[in-house]
């Protein structure tokens, strides 16, 4: 099958790969301008940026909103001229200034996800900056959409979806999920591509559809674009890669992930996450695992009645201590046997792959 660059406006990545955004600390600078050096598109995780800057623990807000500006930068020189963007939760409490941060960054697209990022058009106006909203269902393509339209006039750049698959955060019920192959998602991935084919015709707009969630291989890229995607985008197997910004023993954890390892936690943001289950899962499935001081990360987070503080645990696992941290994963982490170079995965997603060679 021919590759075909990714367009999402003015902006074309030769490889039609978005790299997902993976917080805390997983997905920053040094992956997402490997990645976008290669011809894909680098995604940064805004998710408590900061965190290795002091200042954080004083004040976390002013220290992320300082690391985002570092790391666009950043890997925008790694990049050597690449497609740099960020991912920011809807959830994240003081949503709005994040946006702007990475606005005034220059950052080239803004992914958000978990939640439905319905002011967003409001908080770039006047750049240039892309938008690409995550789904997981048409009804929240159709919400975003409408609403959208009606009250920015304007359109998404760009729509990811996002199957229950993915690794993290997931916009599906526990029942869904437990579904597994039976939920039939290929189905609602066709009606939304379906939606947005209409609203370019109609509009005389381009909207590339991005699928996302449990995309491992080349094959599983080929699968999607026969589908009718124009790309997709890969988190899990970027962890593993000596780029990513994880600490080694996180990247081994992946590694040494037995498939039935890999189970769907309770997560403060209320939405159910897959994740590699561990001591830390273990202890939270007994009850609430005491914390700390309150980072402000969420809006949706009650200190007082969050099972444990996702910010610690996601620090923990980033840094290395990972008994004690959350390890989000896709579907597929199990598959990790080894430590490999973007470059080389990008290789296998492009044109110049070599097609008579053993596809890891």
């Given at each position: 099958?021919?590759?075909?660059?990714?367009?999402?406006?003015?902006?074309?990545?030769?490889?039609?790969?978005?790299?997902?955004?993976?917080?805390?600390?997983?997905?920053?600078?040094?992956?997402?301008?490997?990645?976008?050096?290669?011809?894909?598109?680098?995604?940064?995780?805004?998710?408590?940026?900061?965190?290795?800057?002091?200042?954080?623990?004083?004040?976390?807000?002013?220290?992320?909103?300082?690391?985002?500006?570092?790391?666009?930068?950043?890997?925008?020189?790694?990049?050597?001229?690449?497609?740099?963007?960020?991912?920011?939760?809807?959830?994240?409490?003081?949503?709005?200034?994040?946006?702007?941060?990475?606005?005034?960054?220059?950052?080239?697209?803004?992914?958000?996800?978990?939640?439905?990022?319905?002011?967003?058009?409001?908080?770039?106006?006047?750049?240039?900056?892309?938008?690409?909203?995550?789904?997981?269902?048409?009804?929240?393509?159709?919400?975003?959409?409408?609403?959208?339209?009606?009250?920015?006039?304007?359109?998404?750049?760009?729509?990811?979806?996002?199957?229950?698959?993915?690794?993290?955060?997931?916009?599906?019920?526990?029942?869904?999920?437990?579904?597994?192959?039976?939920?039939?998602?290929?189905?609602?991935?066709?009606?939304?591509?379906?939606?947005?084919?209409?609203?370019?015709?109609?509009?005389?707009?381009?909207?590339?559809?991005?699928?996302?969630?449990?995309?491992?291989?080349?094959?599983?890229?080929?699968?999607?674009?026969?589908?009718?995607?124009?790309?997709?985008?890969?988190?899990?197997?970027?962890?593993?890669?000596?780029?990513?910004?994880?600490?080694?023993?996180?990247k081994q954890t992946y590694i040494n992930a037995k498939k039935?390892?890999?189970?769907?936690?309770?997560?403060?943001?209320?939405m159910p996450g897959r994740a590699i289950r561990n001591d830390?899962?273990?202890?939270?499935?007994?009850?609430?695992?005491?914390?700390?001081?309150?980072?402000?990360?969420?809006?949706?987070?009650?200190?007082?009645?969050?099972?444990?503080?996702?910010?610690?645990?996601?620090?923990?696992?980033?840094?290395?201590?990972?008994?004690?941290?959350?390890?989000?994963?896709?579907?597929?982490?199990?598959?990790?046997?080894?430590?490999?170079?973007?470059?080389?995965i990008m290789k296998e997603f492009s044109n110049t792959s070599?097609?008579?060679?053993?596809?890891?």
């Amino acid at each position: 099958m021919e590759i075909k660059p990714l367009k999402i406006g003015d902006l074309v990545a030769k490889i039609p790969v978005i790299q997902g955004g993976m917080g805390i600390g997983i997905s920053l600078s040094s992956l997402a301008g490997a990645v976008a050096a290669q011809g894909g598109i680098g995604i940064i995780s805004t998710a408590q940026i900061g965190f290795r800057k002091e200042g954080f623990q004083k004040n976390p807000l002013e220290t992320n909103l300082e690391a985002i500006k570092e790391e666009i930068e950043r890997a925008k020189e790694i990049s050597n001229g690449g497609i740099v963007g960020v991912n920011i939760m809807v959830a994240t409490r003081k949503y709005e200034e994040y946006v702007r941060a990475a606005v005034k960054a220059g950052a080239d697209l803004i992914i958000s996800g978990a939640g439905l990022p319905m002011t967003l058009p409001s908080l770039v106006e006047g750049s240039s900056i892309k938008l690409a909203p995550i789904v997981s269902s048409l009804k929240s393509l159709d919400v975003i959409c409408k609403y959208w339209q009606k009250k920015y006039n304007r359109l998404p750049d760009a729509v990811i979806i996002e199957g229950p698959k993915a690794g993290g955060h997931l916009g599906f019920s526990l029942e869904q999920l437990e579904m597994g192959n039976s939920l039939n998602y290929e189905e609602e991935i066709k009606k939304i591509i379906a939606r947005v084919k209409d609203l370019t015709d109609k509009e005389q707009k381009e909207i590339p559809v991005i699928v996302a969630g449990g995309i491992y291989q080349r094959t599983d890229m080929e699968k999607a674009l026969s589908l009718g995607a124009n790309g997709v985008q890969i988190a899990t197997r970027f962890v593993t890669t000596y780029e990513c910004d994880a600490s080694d023993a996180y990247k081994q954890t992946y590694i040494n992930a037995k498939k039935e390892d890999i189970v769907i936690v309770k997560s403060p943001v209320g939405m159910p996450g897959r994740a590699i289950r561990n001591d830390f899962i273990k202890q939270a499935e007994k009850g609430q695992i005491p914390h700390g001081r309150c980072y402000q990360c969420l809006s949706i987070c009650k200190p007082a009645d969050t099972p444990y503080c996702i910010t610690e645990a996601l620090i923990n696992a980033a840094e290395g201590n990972v008994d004690k941290g959350l390890l989000f994963c896709g579907e597929n982490a199990y598959r990790a046997t080894k430590i490999e170079h973007v470059a080389d995965i990008m290789k296998e997603f492009s044109n110049t792959s070599d097609r008579n060679g053993e596809l890891s």
